[in-house]
């Protein structure tokens, strides 16, 4: 009987945690709101405040989202140094989620960019320009930007091609990095050639699956009676 007490109590307090968890992260999330329509409406002193102290709780989500906002305010008011800094606080943060970790890497480094050294700038995107990184457009822009500087065309041309090719560019980027792949005697031709094939084997597919529907969504009795 004590052991099944004891199991209530647990399992209650185990409840009760998760109830009082979802509260404070309720209240986080409204003085997060808060702050950004503080900022939107040109109070940045007070939404700075409340980011503050969203930056300093337990959730490892908001703390990301706030401290990114901060550097966003830093960056209007003139103050990169500051954007960094509040950048790097998220790219650093061993418990904020991958995606705010990279997200704030590469908007760091957009700001560093002109700073650094060609071989820092490769180091720091390498990890995005391999595999199926949402990142590689961005990274691989500077990657390539950085081979350039560093006198190595050749090395940049590929670069610049893959982004021109990839549909998950910007199109801005694309046509960008189109015209520089070119400049350095990549075969553009093939991206459009690459990109017509697709769009007829999509086409094909669509006609295909237009074409069996009807026979797909035909009742027993319809099939019996043929």
Known sequence: LLA??????????W?????????????????????LDKAES??????????????????????????MTKAGIALQGGDEAKAIA??????????AAQAFRDAASMKQ??????????AEVLK???????????????????????????????KAGPLFYRIAADERSPQSLRARAEQMAAALGQDVTKIEDERKRKQEAEAKAAESGAATAPAAAQTPQESAAK
């Open 4 to 13: 099944v007490v004891a199991g209530l109590v647990a399992l209650g307090g």
């Open 15 to 35: 409840f009760w945690w998760k109830a009082d968890q979802s509260r404070r992260v309720e209240a986080i999330s409204e003085q997060f709101s808060g702050a």
């Open 42 to 67: 040109g109070g940045s002193t007070e939404a700075l405040k409340e980011l503050e102290s969203v930056a300093q709780s337990s959730s490892s989500g908001y703390r990301a989202l706030a401290n």
């Open 86 to 95: 509040e950048l790097k606080s998220v790219a650093d943060d061993g418990r």
């Open 109 to 118: 480094l957009r700001l560093e960019f002109d700073k650094l050294q060609p």
């Open 124 to 154: 720091r995107t390498e990890p995005y320009l391999t595999g199926d990184s949402p990142w590689f457009p961005i990274a691989g822009e500077m990657a390539a930007l950085a081979h350039l500087k560093a006198g190595a065309p050749e």
